[in-house]
């Protein structure tokens, strides 16, 4: 989804930054990274080592020549990482085995790339390390904010742990899981409000800029066009069956979207193995998603209600990097193209459908 388009534009972005001030990137930027799991490097719904430096931050500080440091995780990772069993059908996709032993390989090592997966705006801004924590994303606060800062009685926030290195160039993209998480788990009442994301946007915003940094942001993609959602029309275009038909066998409407876990049933249903219409709860498809069932169904009502959030958050990420002076990728745009036309690759036809190439097998984050 991300990986070819975002990361292009990300890069030139960061290049003419530097071009237009007449020089080339110098060892004295400092280059730091605010964010949430896409920014982190997650894939296969998992924070690891052999991923992370991967993500589209690394390569853009890579080309660009600014140092980045990660808060490198060991194997099995945080948490395991997913693994294809079976292909099936249906595809069997679990965690592999094994317990990480040690939170960090560099546990001394101070990351200047301090995204921390599953934050949202508002928890970017007060969520603090905790080593007695056993919620996900706390643990995950705990692995890339908590050190080294631990060592030294600390336990600061991302965003003061962000201010704290003194950043000269920062990319910041926050946002996705105000809307993201509610999608995924069909909690869609945890959208969090409108006013409440431009109140905790600014307040980001205004507490970096204070930094004298040069700021890069992003724009929040339309949620639903992740591979984690599969839409009624692939449904039919994959079974070869009319969408008429996989509509009427399943329950759905034309324009509703299906969960991962939903797709044994969906296999199951059309294969005439059983009787539809799909249940109305499914098992939940990641378990550090802190719930155990989702609606098997997202309908078109809902995507559309996740669309138009979605689309106001945007407005007060544009209107608040114009008001402090920053540059801003519009994520979102690029997202749509590749939904609607794929993306070719040389000989090879990427989508973001699942399996398509884009997408890692959580079907939310980007692959390599």
Known sequence: MK?????????????????????????????????????????????LDSQQPNSYASVIAKQAGWPLTLPLVPYPGAPNQLQVVTLGPPVDIQPVPGSLIFPRDNPFVQPTNVAVPGLNVGTALTLR????????????????????????????????????????????????????VPALTGQLSTLTPVDQFAADYQQVLDTLTATGAKLITATVPDVTEIAYFT??????????????TVTAMLGIGPNDFVRPSAQAA???????????????????????????????????????????????????????????????????????????????????????????????????????
């Open 3 to 47: 990986a070819a388009f975002v990361l292009l534009s990300l890069t030139a972005t960061s290049w003419c930054i530097h071009a237009e001030s007449g020089r080339n990137a110098l060892p004295s930027d400092r280059f730091v990274v605010v964010g949430d799991s896409l920014s982190a490097g997650v894939q296969n719904f998992s924070l």
């Open 129 to 180: 390390p905790d080593l007695s924590s056993t919620n996900p994303v706390q643990q995950w606060a705990t692995i890339v904010l908590g050190f080294p800062a631990i060592f030294q009685g600390k336990a600061p926030t991302e965003i003061e742990a962000a201010v704290a290195l003194k950043p000269t160039i920062m990319i910041e993209w926050l946002g996705n899981n105000d809307a993201l």
């Open 231 to 244: 839409s009624a029309s692939t449904i039919a275009l994959e079974s070869q069956l009319p969408l008429s």
């Open 266 to 368: 969906v296999d199951a249903i059309l294969s005439g193995k059983t009787t539809g219409p799909l249940p109305a709860s499914c098992p939940s498809p990641l378990t550090a998603l802190g719930v155990t069932a989702v609606p098997c169904v997202l309908t078109q009502d809902e995507a559309l209600m996740v669309r138009q959030t979605v689309n106001c958050y945007n407005t007060i990420i544009e209107t608040q990097t114009a008001a402090h002076g920053g540059v801003l990728v519009d994520v979102n745009a690029l997202v749509s193209k590749v939904y609607a036309s794929g993306y070719q690759l040389g000989n090879q036809e990427l989508s973001t459908n699942f399996f398509g190439g884009l997408f890692s097998l959580d079907g939310i984050h980007p692959s390599n």
